[in-house]
């Protein structure tokens, strides 16, 4: 068994986000004998190169042109196309976030290839690639693959562990010649809306909060905690809706989907529509006043009470940690 695979790696506010690293270990799982290499697309990432090299890539390629700096579809499609066609890769990974659930089926239609998103986990049979895959919003799963052509597919963030570091690994450094045709958009600024804090779509921590929390001041106990476990702040739609927090914090069926190491849900029902973006958390805990509350029935652990008695004991014994 031998590919030669090409992963796109992400890097966000001049970081290397965590998924750069796992669609490096997914590439690994499928090159048996062949390479990985990594795809470094921006201005100013060639930096980040030696990094992919310690996490598995056999090679880094660089696109960095200004009209990079920032994702636009136009331009990553270009880049791209014009680096499959240099390289020829047998496989194709791209991290499934926001940026490349955009990009991988604009790329798979031009590219009149087949597309496998939302990857959780790849095996090999034989000389084929198997995905597998969550459908019916998390409630089972599927396995495929590509019959022919580019074997194609978007990774699903916290899924496929990424490889430990290796510090004496080596690999070249190639950059890639950028030639950006007629560009349709180009970002000027960007307003944030949400503080630097961690990553929703990719914490190992979420603590999220549902219309059971009153108030967007009531959502203060649910940020304290988060912080003391480095993870970060979630809610259901019901606090969206009834305006305690900002609508990207939404996690569900119509919000972000999340697979975290512990899910802590705090005054959140347990809504079908909200299983759809959790149920598939490492760990999930539960504190709801409501011990008929349907979130206990996916939780792995419950806490039957007030949140706002509960959530300041748990901070303080965090603390001690
Ligand atoms: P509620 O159902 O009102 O639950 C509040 C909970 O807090 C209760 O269980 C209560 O016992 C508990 N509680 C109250 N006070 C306290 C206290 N002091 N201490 C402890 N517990 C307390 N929802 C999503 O979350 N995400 C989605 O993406 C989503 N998409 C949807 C798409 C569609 C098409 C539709 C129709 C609905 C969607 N919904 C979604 C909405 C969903 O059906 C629920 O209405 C919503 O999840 C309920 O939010 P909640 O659990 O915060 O509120």
């Known amino acids: 068994m031998s590919k030669n695979v090409l992963v796109l790696a992400e890097s966000k506010d001049g970081e290397l986000r965590n998924v750069s690293f796992e669609v490096i270990a997914a590439g690994k799982k499928i090159a048996g ?12 990432v060639a930096s980040f190169s030696e990094q992919l090299i310690q996490q598995g890539a056999d090679e880094v390629l660089v696109a960095e042109h200004s009209d990079l700096k920032t994702y636009t579809t136009d331009a990553y499609k270009q880049v791209l196309l014009q680096v499959i066609e240099s390289e020829s890769p047998d496989a194709l990974l791209i991290p499934h976030t926001s940026s490349g659930k955009d990009l991988a089926p604009r790329l ?8 496998v998103s939302d990857v959780v986990d790849i095996e090999e049979v034989g000389e084929e690639v198997i995905f597998t895959r969550p459908i019916y919003s998390g409630k089972a799963f ?3 693959s590509v019959s022919s052509g580019l074997v194609f597919a978007t990774v699903r963030p916290n899924n496929i562990a990424a490889l430990e570091v290796d510090s004496s690994r080596s690999g070249e450094t190639k950059e890639v010649s950028v030639d950006l045709k007629d560009l349709r958009t180009v970002i000027k600024d960007i307003v944030k809306k949400t503080s630097g804090k961690v990553d929703l779509a990719e914490a190992k921590v979420i603590v999220a909060g549902g219309r059971g929390v009153k108030s967007a001041d009531g959502f203060k106990p649910l940020e304290e905690l988060a912080d003391i476990l480095g993870g970060a702040v979630g809610a259901s739609r019901g606090a969206c809706d009834a305006e305690y927090c900002d609508y990207s914090l939404q996690i569900g ?3 972000k989907v999340v697979t975290p190491e512990l899910y802590i849900a705090v005054g959140i029902s347990g809504a079908i529509q909200h299983l759809a973006g959790m149920s598939n958390s490492k760990v ?6 409501d011990e008929e509350a349907p979130i ?9 009470g007030d ?3 509960i959530l300041p004991i748990l901070t303080e014994e965090f603390k001690k940690v």
């Open 33 to 44: 004998e062949g390479s990985v290499k990594a795809l470094l697309v921006g201005e100013n």
């Open 284 to 289: 999930i805990v539960a504190i709801n006043k």
């Open 296 to 304: 206990f029935d996916v939780a792995d652990y419950g806490l039957v």
């Open 142 to 144: 599927e396995k495929k």
């Open 307 to 309: 949140l706002f008695d």
């Open 253 to 255: 069926q119509t919000g």
């Open 108 to 115: 798979a239609a031009k590219l009149s290839s087949g597309l």
